[in-house]
Each structure stands twice: as structure tokens, then as C-alpha cells.
């Protein structure tokens, strides 16, 4: 069932509910306030009944008469009696009243009462004149009460049965125009593909906050995400394409030169030097892209070691010792705490050594080999670990991209590179629960502070 129909129906039955309760509370009300009022003139006339039975005046029980004949409104097959009370339980039988037992026994315990058989009532109350007590009995059929009774519910029927057709009508507009908005919405995302995703849903007429411009907005927002990743991922192909490309190209070219006729020594020893550069720098590029990818399953993966940050230090530093003779990296180990425990953290050790290495191999190249500062810091929650060069610098218009694959600012074409070390360490230290903070200046240098939050276990 469509969520429009959905509201129409649930609308139709909640109002359908609501007026059935309002009908018949209103019912019971209107026939209890009839009855109240008709008792009440069923007593008024006890009263006078039972004044004329204890006048012993003529004149003054012909008055009483005359105000009941004159005075009051004429009832529908009025009747009175008058029955003497003998005792506690026993009276004068009448044998033209043929009510219940019950009543008789609630009048002689209470004082007064009335039964209501068929539209007939019949209203009793004893009366005490000088020691001699009186059941006055008065009946009457409310004709007027039932009749208007008859006539309420009538109009409560009919006016019942008109409001659930004005639900019906007010439900399908509320439905309309609740759900118009959300139907727009779905026609425009039915029409946005990898194509054409700069499309946008239009926003609704409505005050921010609103359901239906929340969902608007939250689509918006996923589009952007998503555009931004389709164009990181066609960015990242077409530089991965280029640059596997180059390479296989240069050794190929080289292959088929150095066939075309004999070589001499020399010359077969320069085309296997050319091609075993090219090979080395495929095989590098095909390593990082594939560390690259080993990270970037879900941005999480099981960690297996628990490892001290400063043996890992010191191994980067003995790694990038080999890799880069007479660097000046200084690794201040001055303010880590005694307590070996502040310094451990649960780590995939051969991924994070390549991570932290990369981030000082990078300060070492792009500062020519001037001073790279290590510090590490521990507390009890928090492990940081800054690493600062006096190098080129980041300009801020390139700081936004730097964890793209295989972006590279302008003054970095100038050294030798791929651009995929930096988003490697940054998916590697995500995937330990560090953050990466980098602050940079051009010409000046540039500080990056890697921070691991310790989760108390």
C-alpha cells in the first residue's frame, strides 16, 4: 500500500474513532439530561399530589388541583397513586401498579426513587404528614424526551457519516501534501546518475528543520559526497593509468630499440640499466598502490601487535638510515614517561613503522636533507608523536587535496615521487584511531603531529 493511501486510511479511521467516541458520549449526555429534567417534573407533581391528599381544606385541595390541571405542563398518560405505609416493609398494594418488587423496597430504604420501563416512568417519594406516612407514586410517558432522543441520534448519525466524508476529502489533501514534497524528491534522485551527479534536489518551501527539508538537504549532502568521490576515483585512475603507463611504455620502447640490430656491450649494459629503473620504479608504484589498497577495505583492520612508539622510532630511524645515508633526523626521547605501559599501543607494526616512516622520509626530501625534529609525548590516554622539517612547505591552497592519491603540489614536482605516501600513512593511521594534524607554511617548514587515542579498556 502507497504511504499516501497509508495516511488517507489512517486519518479516515482515527477521525472515524474520534467522532464514533465523541457520538456516543453526546448520546448518553443528551438522554441522561432528558431523563434528569423529566424526573424532576415527575417530582414536582408527587408534591402537589401529596398536598392535595393532606388537605383537609376543600378549597385549598381544589387549588392544588386547578395548579396541576393549569399551572403545569400536561403530561402523556399521566397517573398518580397514593399508598399508605404501614411499616418499615409493608404498604397499601395498588393492584393497577404492576412494578417490580425492587423498586418498592428501594423507596421504603431510601425515601425516593424512580424505574423507567419502556419509555414509561414512574416516580415514587414518601411523604410524613403528623405521624402518618404516604407513598406517592406519579407515572408518565416521556414522548417529548424519546422523540428528541430519537432526533439526536439521527443528526449524530448523519453528522458522524458527513465529518468521516470530510475525512476522507481532508485526509487524501494531508496525505498530498505531505507526501508531494518526498515524490519530488524521489523523481529527481530517479534522474540523478554517475553521470550527471553536479544535479541537485531542489529544496522544498520550508523552515530548516523541517522533516522534508532535513531529507533534502541529507540528499544533497550525500551527493556531494558522492561526486567528490567519483571525481577522486577518476582523478585516481587517470594518474594510476599514467603513471603505470610511463614505465611500461619507456621499458618496451627500450626492448624493441635494442632489438632492431646488434648491440655493443656498453650499449646492451645502458638499455638494461634504463629498463631495470623503469622496472624499479613500477615495482614501487605497484607496492604502494597495493599497501594502498590493503588499507582501504573499510578504513579498519585487526591489529595484532602491542608495540612500544619508541622502538618503533628508533627502528624508522635505523630503516631510513640505510635508505637515506647522512640524513639529520633527531629523535627527542627526553619527555616520554617512565611508565612503559603510557608508551604500548596495540598497533599492526609493519604498516604503522611504513606510515610514520613515510611522514619523516617525506620531511627528509622536501627539506634537502636539512633537519627533520622527532618528538614523541605520552600521557595516560594519548600517545602524539610530532615530526617537524625546516623545509619548501605546503601552500594552504594544496593542503585541502594532500590526501588525495597521487596529487602533488607544485613546488613537490620537483622531487621525485608518486604522491601516494602521504594518503597511505593517513589510511594507516586512521585505521589505528589517530588522527593526523598537519600545520605548514611556504618556505618555512612544516610540523605534522600524529595523535593516538589510548581507549581504556
Request: hydrophobic letters at 40%; one cysteine or more.
Amino acid at each position: 500500500m502507497q504511504i499516501k493511501r497509508k495516511i488517507t486510511v489512517n486519518y479516515i479511521t482515527l477521525s472515524g474513532i474520534s467522532t464514533l467516541l465523541l457520538c456516543v458520549v453526546v448520546f448518553f449526555l443528551f438522554k441522561y439530561n432528558n431523563e434528569y429534567y423529566f424526573v424532576k417534573r415527575l417530582m414536582d407533581r408527587a408534591k402537589i399530589v401529596s398536598s392535595i391528599h393532606y388537605q383537609k381544606d376543600p378549597e385549598k385541595a381544589d387549588y392544588y388541583r386547578k395548579l396541576k390541571a393549569n399551572g403545569l405542563e400536561e403530561l402523556i398518560e399521566e397517573t398518580d397513586y397514593v399508598l399508605r405505609v404501614n411499616g418499615p416493609s409493608s404498604f397499601e398494594y395498588n393492584t393497577n401498579l404492576h412494578l417490580p418488587p425492587e423498586f418498592y423496597t428501594e423507596i421504603l430504604k431510601n425515601g425516593s426513587g424512580y424505574v423507567q420501563e419502556y419509555g414509561y416512568y414512574h416516580y415514587a417519594q414518601i411523604f410524613d404528614e403528623q405521624g402518618v406516612k404516604y407513598m406517592v407514586i406519579v407515572g408518565a410517558r416521556d414522548r417529548r424526551g424519546n422523540a428528541s432522543t430519537v432526533l439526536i441520534t439521527r443528526i449524530l448519525i448523519f453528522g458522524g457519516l458527513g465529518f468521516i466524508l470530510l475525512a476522507y476529502i481532508f485526509g487524501r489533501f494531508l496525505a498530498r501534501r505531505v507526501i508531494n514534497p518526498v515524490a519530488k524528491i524521489t523523481n529527481e534522485v530517479k534522474r540523478i546518475s554517475a553521470s550527471n551527479l553536479h544535479n541537485r534536489v531542489p529544496m522544498p518551501d520550508a523552515d530548516e528543520g523541517d522533516e522534508i527539508f532535513d531529507l533534502a538537504k541529507t540528499f544533497n549532502g550525500m551527493l556531494d559526497r558522492l561526486e567528490t568521490s567519483f571525481e577522486i576515483q577518476a582523478n585516481f585512475i587517470n594518474n594510476a593509468s599514467h603513471e603505470l603507463k610511463t614505465p611500461i611504455t619507456t621499458i618496451i620502447a627500450e626492448s624493441e630499440i635494442a632489438l632492431l640490430k646488434e648491440r655493443t656491450t656498453d650499449e646492451y649494459e645502458q638499455v638494461l640499466l634504463n629498463i631495470h629503473q623503469q622496472a624499479s620504479r613500477l615495482g614501487n608504484l605497484t607496492e604502494s598502490l597495493l599497501k594502498l589498497t590493503q588499507t582501504g577495505y573499510d578504513g579498519k583492520k585487526q591489529v595484532q601487535d602491542v608495540a612500544r612508539m619508541d622502538d618503533m622510532l628508533l627502528d624508522v630511524k635505523a630503516g631510513l638510515d640505510r635508505l637515506h645515508p647522512g640524513n639529520r633526523i633527531t629523535i627527542n626521547l627526553g619527555n616520554i614517561p617512565e611508565d612503559e605501559t603510557l608508551l604500548t599501543l596495540p598497533c599492526n607494526r609493519p604498516l604503522l613503522e611504513l606510515a610514520i616512516g613515510n611522514i619523516i622520509s617525506n620531511g627528509v626530501k622536501y627539506s634537502d636533507n636539512e633537519e627533520v625534529f622527532v618528538n614523541l609525548t605520552a600521557v595516560k590516554d594519548q600517545l602524539k608523536i610530532t615530526i617537524t622539517d625546516i623545509g619548501i612547505g605546503i601552500p594552504p591552497e594544496d593542503i585541502p587535496f594532500l590526501y588525495e592519491p597521487f596529487f602533488r603540489g607544485k613546488e613537490a614536482t620537483k622531487y621525485n615521487g608518486y604522491g601516494l605516501g602521504l594518503p597511505l600513512a593517513m589510511k594507516i593511521i586512521k585505521m589505528h584511531r589517530g588522527e593526523l594534524i598537519i600545520q605548514s607554511e611556504p618556505g618555512k617548514g612544516t610540523v605534522v603531529s600524529i595523535v593516538f587515542v589510548k581507549v581504556a579498556k
